[in-house]
Nanobody, 122 residues
Framework: QVQLVESGGGLVQAGGSLRLSCAVFGRTFSSMGWFRQVPGKEREFVAAINWGSGNTRYSDSMKGRFTISRDRAKNTVYLQMNSLKPEDTAVYYC?????????????????WGEGTQVTVSS
């Protein structure tokens, strides 16, 4: 059974940093990604990484502040978030795609974690 388990969310002041982790259980995937969602809005793409090559893709609004990486030995993907802003407050979701080399839309992903809350205070 496939399971994605996020951790690392919390409360941080504006300008601070957080690192999210997503441990993958059950199988490996072609592409891993991070999305975020605030109440009343659609889930938004943040970043993605190809599990094999390590190639990455970012949302333009987060490029330069966020970094996605993976540790193949630990079957874990990370999202390092720096220079956080109050508008980064959201529930952050880890996602896994079986067949896409690198995916940036929700419909391309096959498995999802339950999410971790990130709150940035001003």
């Amino acid at each position: 059974q496939v399971q994605l388990v996020e951790s690392g969310g919390g409360l941080v002041q504006a300008g601070g940093s957080l690192r999210l982790s997503c441990a993958v259980f059950g199988r490996t995937f072609s592409s891993m990604g991070w999305f975020r969602q605030v109440p009343g809005k659609e889930r938004e793409f943040v970043a993605a990484i190809n599990w094999g090559s390590g190639n990455t893709r970012y949302s333009d609004s987060m490029k330069g502040r966020f970094t996605i990486s993976r540790d193949r030995a630990k079957n874990t993907v990370y999202l390092q978030m720096n220079s956080l802003k109050p508008e980064d407050t959201a529930v952050y979701y880890c996602a896994a795609a079986k067949w896409r080399s690198i995916a940036s839309t929700t419909r391309e992903y096959d498995a999802w974690g339950e999410g971790t809350q990130v709150t940035v205070s001003s």
